[in-house]
């Protein structure tokens, strides 16, 4: 029985707070689990309340489309397992899932709707997600091209610093080459105003 305990959490373990300790006990702790989790009319209505209350589309995004797509797809064949007839379920997986996705997804889902057959035939839910994956692929396309497109931008940016520091550098060296040439009295490496030998000269 302590064995059990340590294998179940959260509202499994709930379960069996009532269950008192003991070998001789773990008969009654497996069916207290079986009749709570080996209820399919619970699990359905679990699995039902998670699609509904699916969140939507957060933005135009690759990744959030996908989370939408896949949630509902997993929940639906979790739902198949258990015996719900899915399969003759189009209509409302169909109005559930347009639910979830962004306005512009929607719309571009309407005009391949359009150009497959026309509004008047019904809508699959097989047809949805060919369409959606291959929105989906559209969309990694074109944020790859931004991240190329932001990438090679930063790149020139920091190419154009590094070669004005480098002609700031370049400048200064020269300058500063120019400051300790040579006297033209005595051929010394300090500028004709520094020359001691010159003032001197001239006292």
């Not at 070998?23 to 497996?30: L, M, N």
């Not at 979790?78 to 409302?92: E, N, R, T």
């Not at 090679?152 to 480098?166: G, W």
Request: hydrophobic share 35%; proline share 4%; aromatic share 8%.
């Amino acid at each position: 029985m302590n064995y059990l305990r340590t294998y179940v959490k959260g509202e499994a373990a709930e379960l069996l707070q009532e269950v008192p300790s003991g070998g001789e006990h773990f008969p009654t702790a497996w069916r207290v689990l079986l009749s709570h989790y080996d209820n399919r009319r619970l699990l359905v209505n679990k699995l039902m309340t998670k699609l509904m209350a699916l969140p939507p589309m957060a933005n135009e995004s690759a990744a959030e489309l996908m989370r939408v797509l896949n949630g509902v797809r997993n929940l639906l064949q979790a739902l198949k397992a258990l015996g719900s007839p899915v399969d003759h379920w189009d209509h409302l997986t169909v109005f559930l899932t347009r639910s979830k996705i962004t306005q512009k997804c929607q719309s571009k889902w309407e005009d391949n709707v359009k150009q497959a057959g026309g509004p008047t035939v019904p809508d699959t839910f097989e047809n949805l997600c060919k369409f959606l994956e291959a929105e989906r692929n559209a969309l990694s396309l074109l944020e790859s091209t931004k991240d190329f497109v932001k990438e090679a931008t930063q790149d020139k940016s920091e190419l154009k610093s590094a070669t004005t520091s480098r002609g700031h550098k370049s400048s200064n060296f020269v300058q500063a080459k120019q400051d300790k040439s040579a006297c033209p009295v005595y051929s010394e490496t300090y500028t004709i105003e520094q020359c001691s030998k010159f003032r001197r000269q001239r006292q």
